[in-house]
């Protein structure tokens, strides 16, 4: 009986033994395998800081004037298009046949006849149960014009909430929704920024 007991815990623990042993080994590939990737994630994050350093982008930037009101936006709006040469980009939450009208749609084609490049980016999400499939007739004026202008004006239809307007190296960035705010009673507010780098980078 004492040489079958010790035979079984001979067994015993080198089973047990064989058992620690193995765990061990997989925990330390675990462990170096899980430095690795830490490592690689860390690489990454530090290039994509040196390539996007937030603190330094427009930084110690001052805007040279402030706008405020709906009448005032859009007397800015059509002064801007009025004056820009070589480049537009209007984002807009939304689109408006009283936004985008013929004053604005006349004021643009005189600008690409400067060889103006206009690009135009509208499309506000709106909750699931309101979702709409199809443009709206403002939307589908647009997409006309896009179409008659196909070498100098480009849209983009996406999930966009910005508000932004840039003509050359000036861009107003505030509250406005440029393509369909026109006579809002509510407030609007937005500064001008006149800075060729901080646009560009912009």
């Known amino acids: 009986p004492m040489a079958k007991f010790q035979l079984s815990l001979i067994i015993v623990l080198g089973v047990s033994g064989f058992a620690l042993i193995y765990s061990f080994r997989r925990w330390q590939q675990r462990n170096k395998s899980l430095f690795e990737e830490n490592q690689i994630l860390r690489n990454a994050i530090y290039e994509i800081q040196a390539n996007f350093d937030t603190p330094k982008f427009g930084e110690n930037l001052k805007p040279s004037c402030v706008i ?5 936006h859009r007397k800015e709006l059509l002064r801007q298009l009025r004056k820009a040469n070589s480049r537009i980009l209007i984002l807009s939450g939304w689109v408006t046949h009283y936004g985008f009208d013929g004053t604005v749609r006349e004021t643009l084609e005189k600008a690409i006849k400067r060889n ?15 979702n709409r499939s199809e443009f ?19 849209l983009a239809h996406f999930d966009n909430h910005s508000k ?32 060729n780098d901080f646009v560009d980078e912009l």
């Open 68 to 72: 405020s009101g709906t009448k005032a």
């Open 116 to 130: 103006a490049k206009v690009h135009i980016g509208w499309g506000y999400k709106l909750k699931a149960s309101q």
């Open 136 to 154: 709206t007739d403002a939307e589908r004026s647009l997409v006309e014009f896009a179409k008659k202008h196909r070498n100098s004006v480009y």
């Open 164 to 195: 932004l307007l840039v003509a050359d190296s000036t861009c107003l960035i505030g509250s406005f929704n440029w393509l369909s705010n026109v006579s809002s009673k509510n407030d609007e507010l937005s500064a001008i920024i006149e800075d």
